[in-house]
């Protein structure tokens, strides 16, 4: 799979202001706490500043509910609340159970709904497409137009995100309108480096310490509203959906709406003053409904965001690929040169891509650039080890 870059400041943007301030912050932290969910943590925090919804689809033991906790108990006076959906699940599970003293009284069918997802700032429901048809109504409600129906009123919730999970994608035309309301969507998988394992075996599960409040979270919405949309983000737009109907991926139009939202929380949390095609990165998250459809909508996304950025991470991909497949121990003074060589090419490469562009583009190649430097340095100490140098 094509190397994802991460949101960073571009170079040269305006100062953050508070708000902005403190979600970088966060998001410092939720990825120093959460070793190679980098990725993860940059969906979650553009789908909140969105006001949208989240779905991770992986196996379980991934740490999906971790993150999510990690993220509310970052927030002095958010409310989080969690369950695991089962197809035998009750309504009382999620929307309390009924308040029998009104009943028996007034006959009123109300719930008590104290701890329970009406009144959560933050939820996690794991195994989501098991969602059965007495919960499914209320839920689509709740997640799409933060409404619950109690005892035949109408209540506003004052959810701000609902983070879920599943180890398998929704079947059925009801559950199809539940995935929809999912804008951002992730793949999960187990760690794979030796320090996030070494980290998985030895530490206690990651928190982060309390450093804002939902008025921050608030407050970044409405900045991330407010970001103009540069004068080719709506001619780009129309190219992308034109390409991905091409390829037989068709979006609807209620999504690519709410996509604009998207782009601008993303373009935000990049430090940027207004949305540009370099944001439609983010898009990768939101446009698939298989997995087997991302890798090709990360390509059609990239291609169209930077050509320049796409074949950054091509020449990245190619060489470390090829550093990847040396041994992590014993010789490699064999294979070890020829890569060596390859590695300079790349980074050579890489330096004129970046010398031809500004802005957000050259902030996502410096880092790439950067890792090839430390892996060429690190090559050579090998090599120059073994030959006695």
Same mark, same amino acid.
């Given at each position: 799979?094509?190397?994802?870059?991460?949101?960073?400041?571009?170079?040269?943007?305006?100062?953050?202001?508070?708000?902005?301030?403190?979600?970088?912050?966060?998001?410092?932290?939720?990825?120093?706490?959460?070793?190679?969910?980098?990725?993860?943590?940059? @969906?979650?925090?553009?789908?909140?500043?969105?006001?949208?919804?989240?779905?991770?689809?992986?196996?379980?033991?991934? +740490?999906?509910?971790?993150?999510?906790?990690?993220?509310?108990?970052?927030?002095?006076?958010?409310?989080?609340?969690?369950?695991?959906?089962?197809?035998?699940?009750?309504?009382?599970?999620?929307?309390?159970?009924?308040?029998?003293?009104?009943? *028996?009284?007034?006959?009123?069918?109300?719930?008590?709904?104290?701890?329970?997802?009406?009144?959560?700032?933050?939820?996690?429901?794991?195994?989501?497409?098991?969602?059965?048809?007495?919960?499914?109504?209320?839920?689509?409600?709740?997640?799409?137009?933060?409404?619950?129906?109690?005892?035949?009123?109408?209540?506003?919730?004052?959810?701000?995100?609902?983070?879920?999970?599943?180890?398998?994608?929704?079947?059925?035309?009801?559950?199809?309108?539940?995935?929809?309301?999912?804008?951002?969507?992730?793949?999960?998988?187990?760690?794979?480096?030796?320090?996030?394992?070494? @980290?998985?075996?030895?530490?206690?599960?990651? *928190?982060?310490?309390?450093?804002?409040?939902?008025?921050?979270?608030?407050?970044?919405?409405?900045?991330? @509203?407010?970001?103009?949309?540069?004068?080719?983000?709506?001619?780009?737009?129309?190219?992308?959906?034109?390409?991905?109907?091409?390829? +037989?991926?068709?979006?609807?139009?209620?999504?690519?709406?709410?996509?604009?939202?998207?782009?601008? @929380?993303?373009?935000?949390?990049?430090?940027?003053?207004?949305?540009?095609?370099?944001?439609?990165?983010?898009?990768?998250?939101?446009?698939?409904?298989?997995?087997?459809?991302?890798?090709?909508?990360?390509?059609?996304? *990239?291609?169209?965001?930077?050509?320049?950025?796409?074949?950054?991470?091509?020449?990245?991909?190619?060489?470390?690929?090829?550093?990847?497949?040396?041994?992590?121990?014993?010789?490699?003074?064999?294979?070890?040169?020829?890569?060596?060589?390859?590695?300079?090419?790349?980074?050579?490469?890489?330096?004129?891509?970046?010398?031809?562009?500004?802005?957000?583009?050259? *902030?996502?190649?410096?880092?790439?650039?950067?890792?090839?430097?430390?892996?060429?340095?690190?090559?050579?100490?090998?090599?120059?080890?073994?030959?006695?140098?």
């Amino acid at each position: 799979m094509t190397n994802v870059v991460q949101f960073v400041p571009a170079v040269g943007s305006k100062p953050a202001s508070p708000a902005r301030a403190k979600v970088l912050q966060l998001r410092a932290a939720l990825c120093s706490a959460f070793q190679e969910r980098d990725e993860i943590v940059d @969906a979650l925090l553009s789908a909140v500043v969105a006001g949208e919804h989240i779905v991770m689809l992986g196996p379980p033991g991934t +740490g999906k509910s971790a993150i999510a906790r990690a993220f509310c108990g970052a927030m002095s006076d958010a409310t989080y609340f969690e369950w695991l959906l089962s197809r035998y699940s009750e309504p009382n599970e999620l929307f309390g159970a009924i308040d029998l003293p009104k009943w *028996t009284a007034g006959g009123i069918y109300e719930r008590q709904s104290s701890g329970m997802l009406p009144e959560a700032h933050v939820a996690f429901l794991d195994e989501i497409f098991k969602a059965n048809s007495s919960i499914l109504n209320a839920l689509l409600a709740i997640v799409n137009e933060r409404i619950f129906h109690d005892g035949g009123k109408a209540h506003k919730v004052p959810l701000m995100s609902v983070v879920a999970a599943s180890n398998e994608l929704p079947e059925g035309p009801e559950l199809e309108a539940l995935y929809d309301r999912f804008l951002v969507r992730v793949q999960v998988e187990y760690v794979r480096g030796q320090s996030a394992f070494e @980290a998985l075996l030895t530490g206690a599960e990651p *928190t982060v310490p309390t450093m804002m409040s939902r008025a921050d979270i608030e407050t970044a919405q409405h900045e991330a @509203a407010a970001l103009p949309l540069g004068a080719d983000v709506l001619e780009s737009l129309f190219s992308l959906r034109n390409v991905l109907v091409a390829d +037989g991926i068709v979006v609807s139009d209620r999504r690519w709406k709410k996509l604009v939202q998207l782009l601008r @929380a993303y373009a935000y949390l990049s430090g940027d003053s207004q949305v540009d095609p370099i944001h439609f990165e983010v898009l990768r998250h939101a446009l698939w409904r298989d997995p087997r459809e991302a890798a090709k909508i990360h390509t059609h996304v *990239t291609r169209l965001a930077s050509p320049v950025l796409l074949e950054a991470l091509e020449v990245f991909d190619a060489i470390m690929e090829q550093v990847s497949g040396l041994p992590s121990t014993g010789p490699v003074k064999d294979n070890g040169p020829a890569i060596g060589r390859e590695l300079k090419k790349a980074i050579k490469r890489l330096g004129e891509l970046g010398a031809t562009q500004s802005g957000p583009v050259a *902030t996502r190649i410096e880092p790439l650039a950067a890792q090839l430097k430390a892996a060429h340095a690190a090559l050579v100490a090998r090599i120059s080890v073994e030959l006695g140098l």
